[in-house]
């Protein structure tokens, strides 16, 4: 888009938000053109009006549809490369399993050792099987418990979002939509929205705000529109500015929704492309991870690799090791010490 067509969007922007409606706008436009041009008044020929209009309809139609077509593509794109990746990732890692079978195929099974060395074997495998059974028994009471909040009967918040005796709203990961029921009949020009990067004030002219305060998090005031449905619903639309992140209310002192609750197919990720998409999957699986005392995606994949260090080196004692994953900003480590 040029900067001469970008010339105009604040004054259209302001025009879409006192209009209300698509329909209210062509019909503001068009009445414009009436009254304070010769548009209608000075061609003698309605098809010649009509076809002036269609060419520019067709001219955006055009682009639209091929923007359209372009962020398809590219979302097709990303998608196939992110699963080609997954793909050679997986046939790597069943190479390097062969490979390390192959290797313990080719060391004796057995060796001979003397009476007080098989002892101490005996009770190093006697001390494995007591650690391990303590071990077993604490993850299962630690699994009882995420298995109580697992199968808690709450379930995701309808769209995201929740509601009020004044409003409902809803939300992706970047934007937010309000929905305001106001008495049938009023008019886009009775209705007073005013709203800043953190803050609202809604309401009825010459009426008490339905709304006023401060809302969750910032959003972008210049992204913001709002419509007047049916004469009987406003419904705003709110861009984010931290597009990664979940609100767990619309205004601040309002019921919190449970984030924990959220799932990324409600948040429409099909809308982003592939990488970006990847991006808020591994967010959203690390968030509910945490949730539940579990280890992150990093996490497992430094276990992953320490199971695959343990098959390569059998001679190795990992019973006295003491782990750290990370997860705290010092990074992973391991310690040998008693």
């Given at each position: ?17 006192q209009?209300?409606?698509?329909e209210n706008?062509?019909?503001?436009f ?12 000075g061609?003698g020929?309605?098809k010649?009006a009509?076809a002036l209009?269609?060419?520019y309809y ?11 077509e372009?962020?398809?593509?590219k ?12 793909e050679?990732?997986?046939k790597?890692?069943?190479e390097?399993?062969?490979?390390h079978q ?9 060796e001979e ?5 098989a002892?101490k ?21 630690e ?16 769209g995201n ?7 409902v ?11 305001i ?10 209705i007073?929205?005013d709203?800043g ?13 339905m709304?006023?305060g401060k809302?969750h998090?910032?959003?972008?005031p210049?992204?913001t529109m ?7 619903v406003?419904q ?6 931290d597009n990664?992140k ?8 309002d019921?919190?929704i449970n984030?924990?609750?959220?799932v990324p ?8 492309d ?14 509910r991870q ?5 280890p ?10 320490l199971d695959?260090f343990?098959m ?7 019973s006295k090791?003491k782990?750290?994953?990370g997860?705290?900003?010092g990074?992973?480590g ?5």
């Amino acid at each position: 888009m040029s900067a001469e067509e970008e010339r105009f969007d604040g004054i259209l922007l302001n025009v879409a938000q006192q209009g209300g409606s698509i329909e209210n706008i062509l019909d503001i436009f068009f009445g414009f053109l009436n009254r304070k041009t010769d548009f209608f008044t000075g061609s003698g020929d309605e098809k010649a009006a009509e076809a002036l209009v269609l060419k520019y309809y067709q001219k955006h139609w055009k682009v639209g549809i091929k923007k359209r077509e372009e962020i398809r593509e590219k979302n097709k794109i990303a998608d196939d490369e992110r699963k080609k990746r997954s793909e050679d990732k997986k046939k790597k890692d069943e190479e390097e399993y062969r490979k390390h079978q192959e290797a313990m195929a080719e060391k004796p099974n057995c060796e001979e050792v003397t009476e007080e060395e098989a002892e101490k074997i005996k009770a190093e495998k006697g001390a494995k099987k007591e650690e391990a059974a303590s071990s077993s028994s604490a993850e299962k009471k630690e699994g009882d418990g995420e298995d109580e909040e697992e199968d808690s009967k709450e379930p995701p918040p309808e769209g995201n979002g929740g509601k009020t005796d004044k409003y409902v709203w809803t939300q992706t990961l970047s934007s937010l939509e309000v929905h305001i029921p106001v008495r049938p009949g009023v008019k886009a020009k009775q209705i007073t929205c005013d709203i800043g990067v953190d803050s609202i004030k809604f309401g009825i002219k010459g009426e008490a705000l339905m709304i006023e305060g401060k809302m969750h998090s910032k959003i972008k005031p210049d992204d913001t529109m709002w419509t007047l449905v049916d004469n009987k619903v406003v419904q705003i639309t709110m861009e984010k500015f931290d597009n990664m992140k979940w609100w767990n209310c619309f205004m601040d002192g309002d019921v919190s929704i449970n984030t924990k609750k959220i799932v990324p197919e409600n948040s429409k990720l099909s809308d982003l492309d592939g990488e970006t998409r990847q991006t808020v999957e591994k967010m959203m699986y690390d968030q509910r991870q945490k949730a539940l005392g579990k280890p992150t995606s990093e996490q497992e994949k430094q276990h992953d690799l320490l199971d695959k260090f343990k098959m390569a080196h059998p001679e190795m004692d990992f019973s006295k090791a003491k782990i750290n994953y990370g997860g705290g900003g010092g990074g992973g480590g391991m310690n040998f010490g008693g």
